[in-house]
């Protein structure tokens, strides 16, 4: 199972930067889904998750109402549109999966991941 992350780079404060984490191996209908992300220094802290069929989304309040999680299970992919970004932002953003049976699921704890995608840069510029 391989998780590819994508979409990262370098934007300013303000701006709006769109993630992309692509599934192979596996399906992604086959799991809960969701983003964490890791600042120089600090530990890997969650920021999204999406059940298996979107029924539910999750977010951590530091971006709450600024970043949306969505995910295409006919395309295995799972989307972070991050909007209106700061600098404390910026960091290695990892998307991640959880197995389960259900759709009530979500993985909001970095215990319950399963698989780990290789993390794409966010940098936000002031």
């Known amino acids: 199972v391989q998780l590819q992350a994508s979409g990262g780079g370098l934007v300013q404060a303000g701006d709006s930067l769109r993630l992309s984490c692509a599934a192979s191996g596996t399906s992604t209908s086959s799991s809960a889904m969701g983003w964490f992300r890791q600042a120089p220094g600090k530990e890997r802290e969650f920021v999204a998750t999406v059940s298996k069929t979107s029924m539910i989304t999750d977010y951590a309040d530091s971006v709450k109402g600024r970043f949306t999680i969505s995910r295409d299970n006919a395309k295995n992919t799972v989307y972070l549109q991050m909007s209106s970004v700061k600098p404390e932002d910026t960091a290695v953003y990892y998307c991640?999966?959880?197995?389960?049976?259900?759709?009530?699921?979500?993985?909001?704890?970095?215990?319950?991941?399963?698989?780990w995608g290789q993390g794409t840069l966010v940098t936000v510029s002031s």
């Open positions: 991640a999966a959880r197995l389960t049976p259900s759709i009530r699921v979500v993985v909001r704890s970095r215990d319950d991941v399963n698989y």
